[in-house]
């Protein structure tokens, strides 16, 4: 099992431009969810998706937006780039399962795409 | 919404010694804990979790203790190892699994 996979690993882009990261989950999982994570801060959570929809969202703009897959991977797009977007990107996905209590199993994070905007 | 906040931003134990990192949290709603270990260039690591409903919780080489009264809780960790140096964070959840609030990190060194 491969896990939690992200790709690319590294990516430099010009402000203003727009870019797409990638996701993969963890075989039999059916949720992903995004998180940002700026040097020395820990990750802040951007959305989750499930069922190929947004179902929870953190306080990011809309500027961040994403999309969900039919087999369950997901893409992370950010427009109009900031230089304060630059950070580490993660990933993580969990399989959503109504008949355990907390609702979801446990999160496993990809090793992350660091995006740095010049 | 929840804020979860790490005592020391840095913490050096000696290579077999006990660690103990420390959390506070604000949100008294948060029904759910969650430690992350995080090595360098690599993505967060479950560690152990604990609901609100417990006080303590036992995994292998670790316990998590969560004081409700105080909104504290600490991650142990026994017989500490080189391998162990990572930093470390605490997440907590209020809802919704993966909706989670990390603090800043903890960066645990072992010195040998």
């Known amino acids: 099992d491969a896990g939690v996979t992200q790709s690319p690993t590294h990516l430099i882009k010009t402000r203003g431009q727009q870019v797409t990261l990638r996701c993969s989950p963890k075989s039999g999982h059916d949720t992903v969810s995004w998180y940002q994570q700026a040097l020395g801060q820990g990750p802040q959570f951007i959305f989750q998706?499930?069922?190929?929809?947004?179902?929870q969202r953190g306080n990011f703009p809309d500027r961040f937006s994403g999309h969900q897959f039919p087999n369950y991977s997901s893409e992370l797009n950010v427009n109009a780039l900031l230089l304060g977007d630059s950070a580490l990107y993660l990933c993580a996905s969990s399989l959503t399962d109504w008949g355990w209590a907390q609702g979801q199993t446990e999160a496993f994070f990809g090793q992350g795409t660091r995006l740095t905007v010049v | 919404g929840e804020s979860v906040g790490l005592h020391l931003p840095t913490l050096s134990v000696q290579e077999g010694d006990n660690s103990i990192i420390n959390c506070a949290y604000s949100n008294s709603a948060s029904d759910y804990f969650i430690w992350y270990k995080q090595e360098s260039g690599k993505g967060p690591q479950f560690i152990i979790d604990i609901r609100s409903n417990m006080d303590k919780r036992q995994g292998q080489r670790v316990t998590v203790l969560l004081n409700k009264t105080v909104k504290h809780l600490s991650l142990q960790i026994a017989a500490t190892q080189p391998g162990d140096s990572a930093v470390y964070f605490c997440?907590?959840?209020?809802?919704?699994?993966?909706?989670?609030?990390f603090g800043t990190g903890t960066k645990l060194q072992v010195i040998p």
């Open positions: 997440a907590g959840d209020s809802g919704g699994y993966q909706k989670v609030t």
């Open positions: 998706y499930y069922e190929e929809e947004e179902r």
